[in-house]
């Protein structure tokens, strides 16, 4: 039984070395170390011994066990790291895995670029309420009781004295009461308006606000300023046009067109076939308005202007629908 016993030993010693895999470790441990295997049974013949042989056999069947044991979870460690080794290779020549990054809306990167032109002209940026007193954004700009801008159709009122402000007008105002000239400001920010949405109008949308007082200020000053900010924006030779128009705050006043950035002022649909596209309101701030604010109309002057962000985008990228900007569509965004 002593010579069976190392025999068995032997053999699996020899069988343990070839093993490769979880499954085979498996057979092996059934084999030999299970309640049915063959270190076990022989166990269970010791009682065919005669007595005085029992305890020896005994001991070297134990011992073989617990040595066979312990060949077996090192066999185990070994191939079980072999595994992992094979499942996560680390290759660490390979590339990372970029996080995911964002990026700005194109209104916030056309606005940005906006307020870049001109804070590079000495303008300084300043930004105010959304929810303005009527005052702000009516009655200190000079618009009369009944004007309809102040019609509901086109305000949203919180009560009968506070908006939602229609322009950023409003920050001409603001601005001119807490500071005596030379001024210099941009103002960007949301502008609300009663209108349903289409392509073209929005109930929300972005504008900036531009304006500019000091001594001997002249339109051509103001000619001079657009002329260089749609020049930064658009093309060097893009050219403007300024038609009369009607502010209450401004006088004179204007709009402003550029030639068509589609047609190149041939015309075509984007331009209705006038070869020209409105881009902003502009004008001379109104002598009516330095009463409200306390600035003496003999000594100084002053232009301002306002443009809708959206507006300037959507020339700027070749996009006929507004509502692109406000859906949030991936697919949308992400070309830019
Ligand atoms: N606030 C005017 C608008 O929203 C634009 C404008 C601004 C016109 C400044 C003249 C001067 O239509």
Redo the contacts with the bound molecule.
Sequence with gaps: MKEKLLEIKEQAIGELESIQDISGLEKFRVTYLGKKGLITSMMKRLGELPPEDRPEIGKLANQIKTDLSGLFEDAHGRIEAKGTEEEFYLDITLPGREPARGHLHPISRVNREICNIFMKMGFRVVKGPNVELDYYNFEA?NFPKDHPARDMQDTFYISKKVVLR????NM?IRVMESQSPPVSVIAPGK?YRSDSADASHAPMFH?V???LVDKNVTFADLKGTLTSFVHQMFDRDTALRFRP?F?P??EP???VDIQCVICRGEGCRTCSQTGWLEI????M?DPEVYRFVDYDPETISG??????VERIAMLKYGIDDLQLFFKNDMRFLRQF
């Excluded at 229609?166 to 007008?169: A, Q, R, V």
């Excluded at 902003?280 to 004008?283: E, I, K, N, V």
């Design positions: 700009l229609t322009h950023t007008s001409q502008v504008q606000e531009g304006f128009s502010f705050f401004t006043s204007a709009e902003l309101g502009a004008g701030i232009f301002a202007f306002g443009m809708g």
